[in-house]
């Protein structure tokens, strides 16, 4: 949920640090402090808001070949400088934190009875005074005697000012990635933090912890053995996680989907098939077994998730259950004969994801897979079989990319899955024609950008907002929704359209605008009932029509066309004109669309 950035060098680190925290504020933005060891002395600067007023805090002249950084998320203690990273243990030890400890509160008062001095609302300030008790001139045998007595999450990054040159990390629930240059090396909570510095990585495994320092670095397991870590070169570039010539991330990311789209399919399908070596070795032998399909999500990825489900029982028959996490986690579930366990993330470390698929191991499940868009994280490392979204860098909190890859690569579990189960060739054919020609059906939805920019103007002064949708595009109404809320603030609400006379008419007024998915499939008509319900009462309709749906032309409803003809890609086609409604509402209300206030774009502690 916070960003980390930590630099041991020949040289300054702070613009390393400043430029690493810009690329890492949509993890965390409500906060941002930076801490150096400079004539043996430590530095620190902490600003409320975002990294750029930190950055006007620095001084021209201040320097240090070694130092930590943090953009926060708050988690214990409001938004404020007191509460700002790096916290500091008598000005000797500094330490910045990803994660929550949750015997903080015992670790506190333990300290407080040992004369230690609390100056903010923090779990993270009890490290700093735990490492700073076990320290006797050796920083890496602190930081493991400490991190011994916390219980929760955790990525650190620490410095001793009475250790110049040597860098502390480790990592237990949160991520944290190692960046090795020439006599200089890195530590970030993501790749794309250390891209203008290095492009060679090591990923830190559960429990792991590093020792850097300027010409040298080596990592330890939990047992404080050492260890060797493949190194990884990454593709990303810098302009890869920069606006270009958009206004915001979100717009980027938005018009990038035919792309996104194209990357997730390439060497997957034919023209006329998909390859069914596609989720790695073993994936055929597991597949054969399944006869039930269990999904687990939070967010956006959860919607992914509901509507895979559809598309699994309509086409294959196989029963599916779709949970989010955070509830799946804590009860207990029967869990059918042969049932594959799936997860969805973008990340790949999003906290109750994460936990789900480790408690799948005392479950009879016959195997699992990760649908992810990052490849080195830990919920790829720890699936048996694994299908990447390749997304690329998503630096938008509202996800637009990262959720119709998710819904392409499900799609591609559907068929290949159906390939062992007799799916009809004809409807493979079908299928495979259709995400075929995706892409330019998604360029070709983006030309509504000013139709949709312009019927945006009707949201600025709402309120509320009420998405219907029926079938498989329900949880299509349900990301809607979550995608006007996120941004504008608007509270938005989705509904089944089937479900408006058990409540939700009682909400319907012409101050209230509801919007509508609607495909031309058979529940057509009774659509077309819901929205009369919705009319007779005052409401005002933003109809989404698909080619071929026909609409009374006298209507006062406001109908935007979406002309492309698709069958079972329609919830993704249907999804980009929702995108880019939510947008254009919020840039017209005037918030802050990449970062919205009290969200962060990687949900990292639970």
């Known amino acids: 949920m916070c960003g980390i950035v930590g630099a041991v060098a020949q040289r300054n680190v702070c613009s390393i640090l400043i430029e690493g925290l810009r690329r890492l504020e949509y993890r965390g933005y409500d906060s941002a402090g930076m801490a150096v060891i400079n004539e043996q002395k430590l530095v620190r600067y902490r600003s409320l808001g975002k990294v750029q007023q930190l950055a006007d805090k620095l001084p021209e002249n201040q320097c240090g070949s070694i130092g930590i950084a943090h953009t926060r998320w708050a988690t214990h203690g409001e938004p404020s400088e007191q509460n700002a990273h790096p916290h500091f ?60 007595e916390l219980e929760g999450a955790y990525a650190l990054a620490i410095i001793a000012v009475d250790e110049p040159d040597k860098l502390v990390a480790c990592r237990k629930g949160s991520p944290l990635v190692l960046g090795l240059g020439f006599e200089e090396n890195f530590i970030a909570s993501d790749v794309s933090a250390l891209i203008p510095v290095t492009s060679r990585f090591q990923y830190l495994e559960e429990g792991d912890f590093a020792v850097l320092q300027g010409k040298s670095f080596q990592v ?27 206004r915001h991330f979100m717009k980027k990311e938005i018009h990038e989907q035919a792309k ?20 790695g070795p073993g994936s055929e032998e597991i597949f054969s077994k399944v006869e039930n399909i269990q999904i687990i999500a939070c967010g956006t990825s959860y919607h992914a998730g509901y509507v895979a489900k559809y598309w699994l029982e309509d086409l294959l028959g196989i029963p599916c259950q779709i949970e989010v996490a955070s509830e799946f986690r804590y009860r207990k579930a029967v869990v059918p004969k042969n049932t594959l366990f799936v997860t969805l993330s973008q990340s790949g470390e999003t906290a109750d994801t994460l936990a789900a698929l480790r408690d799948s191991v005392n479950h009879n499940y016959c195997g699992t897979l990760s649908i992810c868009n990052v490849p080195e994280s830990s919920l790829v490392r720890e699936s048996d079989l694994v299908l990447m979204t390749r997304a690329g860098p998503e630096i938008g909190v509202a996800s ?46 983006l030309d509504l950008d000013s139709r949709i920019e312009t019927i945006a103007e009707d949201f600025i002064d709402k309120s ?36 408006l006379k058990h409540g939700p008419l009682a909400l319907v007024d012409a101050d209230m605008p509801i919007v509508v998915v609607m495909p031309n499939d058979v529940l057509l008509e009774k659509l077309h009932s819901n929205m009369q319900e919705v009319k007779a009462r005052g409401g005002k309709l933003y109809v989404f029509a698909h080619e071929g749906v026909s ?27 929702l995108q880019l409604l939510s947008y254009h509402v919020a840039v017209q209300r005037g918030t802050d669309v990449d970062q919205p206030r009290n969200l962060a774009k990687s949900v990292t502690v639970e």
């Open 464 to 499: 509320d907002a009420l998405f219907l949708g029926r079938g498989v595009h329900y949880p299509i109404a349900m990301e809607g929704a979550l995608k006007l809320k996120e941004i504008s603030y608007i509270h938005a609400e989705a509904y089944p359209a089937g479900e």
């Open 400 to 445: 637009t990319k990262a959720f119709t890859t998710q819904l392409v690569a499900m799609l591609l579990l559907v068929l290949t899955l159906g390939k062992s189960k007799g799916l009809e060739s004809e409807i493979l054919q079908s299928i495979v024609n259709e995400l075929n020609d995706l892409p330019g059906n998604v360029e070709r939805l």
């Open 89 to 148: 243990s008598k000005n000797r030890i500094a330490v910045v934190h990803n994660g929550i400890i949750e015997n903080y509160k015992p670790l506190q008062q333990k300290l407080i009875d040992q004369g230690y001095e609390f100056s903010s609302q923090t779990d993270t300030e009890v490290i700093a005074h735990l490492v700073e008790s076990h320290y006797q001139g050796d920083l890496f045998e602190a930081v493991k005697k400490a991190v011994l």
């Open 260 to 279: 996104a789209i194209t990357d997730c399919l390439e060497g997957r399908i034919t023209r006329d098939d998909v390859l069914v070596s596609i989720f």
């Open 220 to 246: 330890f397991d939990e047992h404080g053995d050492a260890k060797e870590l493949e190194i990884n070169v990454s593709e990303l570039s810098t302009d890869s996680v920069l606006k270009g010539n958009y």
């Open 551 to 577: 609409l009374p032309e006298n209507s006062d409803d406001v109908v935007i066309p979406l002309t492309c003809s698709a069958n079972w890609t329609t919830p993704i086609l249907s999804t980009i004109p």
